[in-house]
Nanobody
Framework: EVQLVESGGGLVQPGGSLRLSCAAS????????MNWGRQAPGKGLEWVSG???????SYAESVKGRFTVSRDNSKNTLYLQLNSLKTEDTAMYYC???????????????WGQGTQVTVSS
């Protein structure tokens, strides 16, 4: 069974940083693209970033230059480094498995349960 477990969320002040992790199991992690998405209260799901099986990264314009996605295939773990956080980054953050090796924003085969990020002074 595919399982994705996010961690690392929390409360941080504007301008601060967090590092999210996603532990994956139940599939061959290195063969698949992985993504991060988020959902703010009262809003739809927004694709944030993705990384292909080969390590190519892509980002939404709203986070480009501030967030960095990475993966450690030896640990079956996906990461998202969040820097220069803004109040509008407040959301539940999810990791999501792609259907294949390439990132296709908005196309996911499995979601985790999410980890809450709150940016507030």
């Amino acid at each position: 069974e595919v399982q994705l477990v996010e961690s690392g969320g929390g409360l941080v002040q504007p301008g601060g940083s967090l590092r999210l992790s996603c532990a994956a199991s139940g599939f061959t992690f290195s063969n698949y693209a992985m993504n991060w998405g988020r959902q703010a209260p009262g809003k739809g799901l927004e694709w944030v970033s993705g990384i292909s099986s080969g390590g190519r990264t892509s980002y939404a314009e709203s986070v480009k230059g501030r967030f960095t996605v990475s993966r450690d295939n030896s640990k079956n773990t996906l990461y998202l480094q969040l820097n220069s956080l803004k109040t509008e980054d407040t959301a539940m953050y999810y990791c999501a498995k792609g259907y294949g090796p390439l990132v296709v924003p908005g196309s996911y085969s499995k979601w985790g349960q999410g980890t809450q990020v709150t940016v507030s002074s």
